[in-house]
């Protein structure tokens, strides 16, 4: 059976999941089109600083006065953006690198799950915080460069470097369903037939890997977004005026004192990714139950 | 067995290599200095003050110099905490660290293994599905979320716990807990499962058949192997809290390792830069090379070429 079909049955069997997909298309819907409803900008400022949740601010409003709401919904965009644009950059990588091992095989293969194995155990976002922190005003440059100068640097960094910490259980995986799909008749007798090596990986054995490349692509995109706020929330993400959810989160988290409780400049992004987050594990959980050849956990 | 040790060590060597030469080069090749981050200095001053820090010279020629030092472990004079050697730095916060982190992973492998055994015995009841949702939200909230809004709750609104530092027990309480939560929850995820296929295994079978009672093949059979796979979810494990320990450091105000490096690498120092990342990498090597001889060791089925 198709994929897509597995998915969709699977949908409608489990009701959970399917509120956790209307709570993922929701979110990304109001990313999409939030920012321009609300009738606020995310980046004007005005005097009515750190007004608690209203009917006019129905988020509140933040320190230089912007609507939170807005600035919600433009930071669920970049964050969004950023998941899903690092998880195509994982995904291409750990596809492409997992196939080639678990087909390759042999000596190939065991040098190349050696490097894996080693950059498992270094402490990949610090080396990212290096990365980010160092090359912004290069890649800066080079954007100019390529008249892409607005598109800003830290975005691509942030995509790159984080797609490129996440493609490691990917490549795994597929490694690993690659070198039992290899050996099966169709694939054996693809082969016989003299077909291309090339070929063989596209047309015959990819098909084969969507399932579960679906279930770690689900699972990825959560990933990346936690990395990605970790970083705005250390100062290391997108830059203001912009906003991400990490960036809201740190300025929540830093407006608190022991005098007056700003909780909705943390409650509401917070609890946004939160909840975003949960609803993508939830879906990711759920599909490997049913797309996961490995079997039920 | 041996020759697994080995080589590791070995190829742990040129890894390290590899990581601390990259730091320090990025450090010094990317526009700024750790002299003058704000205001500028006159040049005959940023002259001498390169000259002191013995980073004057083409790159090449300080980071050779920097490389010659730390063959000999000497780790250079911090840029930032001016006349503090990086070797001194890390005396006094890798123990703060180590501390933080040794109690969290403590406190998820006590909630965590207790959580998954419960909820594996109860397989598809309503406890188990509670538990293993309780578990995935575990995993969501981001400790940058969990952290502040707890410390929120507990420390400006009900004023139980102190806000921020380090010293006093009841310091230690809201960090660890917001650095152990998503290890927790990953490990009672892992202990559910393990010890379901565990649960299903021929001796299992054999050990309630001659009429043990069921504690007792809990405990004294089925969780002893269930836990194992714990051993290799270990070096992820202590990586995440290593990382999770700069947030929670830089929001809790404790002087561990993790501010340090970011303060370090937000003023371009390449000394302590390098040296963070230096004892960060070697440390997470070593603690993985250990779960691999311990799973080795204890785990019959797991053969290690």
């Not at chain 2, 406890?127 to 400790?143: C, E, F, K, Q, W």
């Not at chain 2, 070096?235 to 999770?244: F, K, N, R, S």
Request: aromatic content about 8%; charged content about 15%.
């Amino acid at each position: 059976m198709k994929t897509f079909q597995i998915v969709l049955r699977t949908l409608v069997q489990k009701p959970w999941l399917m509120l956790c997909a209307g709570i993922v298309i929701s979110v990304v819907l109001l990313a999409l089109i939030g920012p321009h409803l609300t009738g606020y900008n995310y980046a004007a400022i005005s005097d009515t600083s750190l007004q608690s949740p209203s009917f006019a601010h129905w988020f509140g409003t933040d320190l230089n006065g912007r609507d939170l709401l807005t600035r919600t919904l433009y930071g669920a965009r970049m964050s969004l953006l950023v998941a899903a644009l690092g998880t195509f950059v994982s995904l291409t990588v750990g596809v492409s690198y997992g196939m080639i091992s678990g087909y390759m095989g042999g000596r190939v293969d065991s040098i190349m799950m050696r490097l894996v194995e080693i950059l498992y155990s270094l402490p990949s976002l610090i080396l990212v915080i290096i990365l980010v922190a160092t090359l912004e005003k290069p890649v800066t440059a080079a954007l100019q460069h390529l008249w892409l100068g607005s598109i800003p640097p830290r975005l691509v960094l942030l995509v790159v470097f984080l797609g490129l910490t996440e493609w490691l259980t990917m490549a795994r995986i597929i490694r690993g369903q690659t070198l039992v799909l290899k050996e099966q008749a169709f694939i054996q007798a693809s082969a016989a037939l003299g077909q291309a090596h090339g070929r063989l990986l596209f047309r015959h054995l990819l098909p084969n890997l969507s399932g579960i490349i679906l279930v770690y692509l689900t699972l990825t995109i959560p990933a990346i977004m936690i990395d990605e706020a970790f970083l705005s929330f250390l100062g290391l993400g997108v830059q203001p005026p912009q906003a991400s959810w990490g960036t809201l989160i740190a300025d929540g988290a830093g407006a608190i004192n022991p005098i007056q409780l700003y909780w909705w400049l943390l409650l509401f992004p917070g609890g946004m990714m939160t909840m975003t987050l949960l609803a993508l594990n939830f879906l990711g959980d759920g599909l490997r139950d049913t797309l996961d050849p490995r079997g039920k956990k | 067995m041996t020759t697994l040790i080995l080589r590791r060590l070995i190829l742990a060597i040129p890894t390290l290599f590899i990581v601390v030469s990259l730091t320090f080069l990025l450090m010094r090749w990317a526009p700024g200095n750790p002299f003058s981050n704000e205001r500028k200095i006159p040049p005959e001053i940023l002259a001498e003050l390169e000259k002191q820090y013995d980073l004057n010279g083409t790159v090449t020629s300080q980071y050779l110099r920097y490389m010659g030092k730390l063959v000999h472990g000497d780790l250079s004079i911090s840029t930032q905490y001016r006349n503090r050697t990086v070797n001194d730095i890390l005396a006094q916060a890798l123990p703060v660290s180590v501390l933080l982190g040794g109690l969290a992973y403590l406190l998820a492998l006590m909630i965590g293994i207790p959580l998954g055994a419960y909820a594996a015995v109860r397989q598809d009841q309503k406890a188990d599905r509670l538990a293993m949702l309780a578990a995935l939200l575990g995993l969501s909230v981001p400790s940058f979320v969990l952290a502040p809004l707890l410390v929120m709750l507990f420390g400006v609104k009900l004023h139980w716990l102190p806000v921020a530092g380090w010293g006093s027990p009841d310091q230690i309480i809201l960090p660890v807990f917001c650095l152990a939560i998503p290890f927790a929850a990953a490990i009672a995820r892992l202990t559910r499962g393990s010890l379901l296929d565990v649960l299903n295994l021929d001796f299992i079978r054999t050990a309630r058949a001659k009429g043990l009672p069921e504690e007792e093949v809990l405990y004294r059979h089925a969780l002893k192997i269930a836990i194992l796979p714990l051993i290799s979810y270990s070096g992820p494990a202590l990586a995440g809290i290593l990382t999770g320990s700069l947030v929670i450091e830089t929001l809790f105000d404790i002087p561990g390792i993790g501010r340090f490096f970011i303060n370090s690498v937000l003023n371009r120092d390449p000394m302590m830069s390098a040296g963070v990342i230096l004892v960060f990498s070697a440390f997470l090597l070593f603690m993985n090379l250990v779960s691999d001889v311990l799973i080795s060791l204890l785990d019959r089925r797991v053969k290690i070429e």
